[in-house]
């Protein structure tokens, strides 16, 4: 990329945004004049470290007012996506001082001792969580897993909770031809080393509701573990 040509067509349409990464900065440094970016009010600059010594000059050459803004990067994706995580567990907290109910980004449900549990997210977990109580009472053991906040995804705490249970069924409210659909592929690449059998559930199409017998039958076919991996709930003619 031409630094000075940036330059100039900066100077020339009075940018007010600059986005680019450190090494294009440290040519903006050794090339461009501090009036070509004048106009300049807001500079963002990521996808790798920005040093400090560089983003020093950088804000004395820029003089935006203010701090770069700086993007942790593609290579600190865990650890913001840690910081999340955390955050997320932190207004939870908070939630619960005010209104006295708990909610959780991740809520694990009757699973400590589960043989066969279903993963999904939504309203939907009400009525499955009917359907794992009234299955307790004739001494199945089934449990449920919630999902509370799809990103980021809690890989690890959904790896902790389904490792010692043999049969997961993930349930999406949407189909993905030609792919996997979203919440089943994230719960399959999170319990991959382990020995849990995951298998995919769509339910909704249409705007078809969620029944209790819709999902005992889901229940009922992960005692067969010929039966095929994907398999549709409250779809008429489904195979």
């Given amino acids: 990329m031409d630094a000075k040509a940036i330059g100039d067509l900066a100077e ?32 963002i600059v990521g996808a790798e470290k920005l040093r400090e010594p560089l983003a020093r000059i950088q804000n004395e050459l820029f003089d935006v007012g203010a701090d770069l ?13 840690q910081g999340m995580i955390d955050g997320l567990e932190q207004l939870c907290d908070e939630l619960e001082s005010f209104t006295g109910r708990r909610y959780e980004p991740l809520e694990r449900y009757r699973v400590d001792d589960a043989a ?24 199945l053991p089934v449990g ?16 902790k909770a ?3 249970i043999p049969e ?13 659909p979203p919440l089943f592929a994230e719960v399959t690449a999170a319990t991959q080393d382990e020995r849990t ?3 995919s559930v769509v339910y909704g199409l249409g705007g078809r509701d969620l029944h209790p017998d819709d999902l005992e039958r889901v229940f009922d076919s992960m005692r067969d573990r010929a039966r095929a991996d994907v398999v549709y709930a409250g779809l008429r003619g489904a195979p």
């Fill in 12 to 43: 020339t349409y009075g940018a007010t945004m600059l986005i680019s990464t450190p090494t294009f900065c440290g040519s903006y440094v050794r090339r461009i004049s501090k009036q070509q970016f004048a106009r300049l009010k807001y500079a």
């Fill in 69 to 81: 803004s700086v993007p942790w990067g593609v290579t600190d994706r865990l650890r913001v996506e």
């Fill in 116 to 139: 066969r549990a279903l993963v999904l997210m939504g309203s939907s977990a009400g009525t499955a969580k009917d359907v794992v109580d009234e299955l307790r009472d004739r001494h």
């Fill in 144 to 159: 449920l897993l919630r999902i509370g906040a799809f990103r980021p995804f809690p890989t690890g705490a959904v790896r």
């Fill in 162 to 164: 389904l490792h010692a």
């Fill in 168 to 180: 997961v069924a993930v349930l999406d409210r949407a189909d993905s031809p030609g792919g996997a």
């Fill in 197 to 199: 059998r995951v298998r």
